[in-house]
C-alpha cells in the first residue's frame, strides 16, 4: 500500500524557516518524480515544486521561486520542502503527492500524503 | 498559466441520483501527438488525502467504481457520478497536466439532499 507521511509543518514567525519532510512507503520511491501542493485557507490547491528521479531537475511555481527548496534523499525515501523567508501568505496545509511515472511531463499524480499545517503568524 | 474554472461550488443530490461536475481549461489539454487529454480528477474527503479517480480525461483509477466516469475533450470536461452513494460526499477537483505549472480547478462540494 502506497503511503506518504508529511512532517514538520508548525506555527512560523513571518521570515522564519521551515523543512517539510514526505517520508513514503509501499513503492519503489526512487522510480517516480514527485511534488509539493500546497492549499491556503479558503483557496484552491497551488501546486508549488517537482523534483524528478535523480535529483538533477527541480520545477518552482513563480509565487515562491528562490525561497523555496525541493529535495530528496532516495537511500530514506523522502522527499523536503526547505521553506525560508516565510509570509503571512504561505499559510497553508502543504500536501507531498508523487507523480505516476518518473517524469512531471504530462504525468498525473496518483497519490497523496494527508498533508501538514503551516502556519505563518506573528 | 492555465487557468482551470470548475462548476459548480456546490452540489446537492438524492442518494442514487446522477451529479454532474464541470472543469473548463483556458486553452486545449489535448495534445495532438499522443490525442491524449492532460485532465484528471481526484476526490477528497475530511481527514483523508485526495484520491485520483481518473485521468486522461475518461480513463478510471484501477479500484475506483464505475458510477465514477469522466468525459471531454479540448477545454471541455466533465465528471459524472451516475447513482451517487453516502460515502461519495466529497470535494471533487480537476487538474490539468499539460504544462507546468500544474493548475487545479476551485474544487466542487457534493453533498447528499
Known amino acids: 500500500e502506497v503511503q506518504l507521511l508529511e512532517s514538520g509543518g508548525g506555527l512560523v514567525q513571518p521570515g522564519g524557516s521551515l523543512r517539510l519532510s514526505c517520508v513514503a512507503s509501499?513503492?519503489?520511491?526512487?522510480?517516480?518524480?514527485m511534488s509539493w501542493v500546497r492549499q491556503a485557507p479558503g483557496k484552491r490547491l497551488e501546486w508549488v515544486s517537482a523534483?524528478?528521479?535523480?535529483?538533477?531537475?527541480?520545477s518552482y511555481a513563480d509565487s515562491i521561486k528562490g525561497r523555496f527548496t525541493i529535495s530528496r534523499d532516495n537511500s530514506k525515501n523522502t522527499l523536503y520542502l526547505q521553506i525560508n523567508s516565510l509570509r503571512d501568505e504561505d499559510t497553508a496545509v502543504y500536501y507531498c503527492?508523487?507523480?505516476?511515472?518518473?517524469?512531471?511531463?504530462?504525468?498525473?499524480?496518483?497519490?497523496w500524503g494527508q498533508g501538514t499545517l503551516v502556519t505563518v503568524s506573528s | 498559466d492555465i487557468v482551470m474554472t470548475q462548476s459548480p461550488d456546490s452540489l446537492a443530490v438524492s442518494l442514487g441520483e446522477r451529479a454532474t461536475i464541470n472543469c473548463k481549461s483556458s486553452?486545449?489539454?489535448?495534445?495532438?501527438?499522443?490525442?491524449?487529454?492532460?485532465l484528471a480528477w481526484y476526490q477528497h474527503k475530511p481527514g483523508q488525502p485526495p484520491k485520483l479517480l481518473i485521468y486522461?480525461?475518461?480513463t478510471r483509477e484501477y479500484g475506483v467504481p464505475d458510477r465514477f466516469s469522466g468525459s471531454g475533450s479540448g477545454a471541455d470536461f466533465t465528471l459524472t457520478i451516475s447513482s451517487l452513494q453516502a460515502e461519495d460526499v466529497a470535494v471533487y477537483f480537476c487538474?490539468?497536466?499539460?504544462?507546468?505549472?500544474?493548475?487545479f480547478g476551485g474544487g466542487t462540494k457534493v453533498e447528499i439532499k
Open positions: 486553452q486545449s489539454l489535448l495534445y495532438s501527438s499522443t490525442n491524449k487529454n492532460y
Open positions: 503527492a508523487k507523480f505516476a511515472g518518473y517524469s512531471w511531463t504530462r504525468t498525473s499524480f496518483d497519490y
Open positions: 486522461w480525461a475518461s
Open positions: 487538474q490539468q497536466y499539460y504544462s507546468l505549472p500544474l493548475t
Open positions: 523534483i524528478s528521479t535523480s535529483t538533477t531537475s527541480t
Open positions: 509501499g513503492f519503489t520511491f526512487s522510480n517516480y518524480a
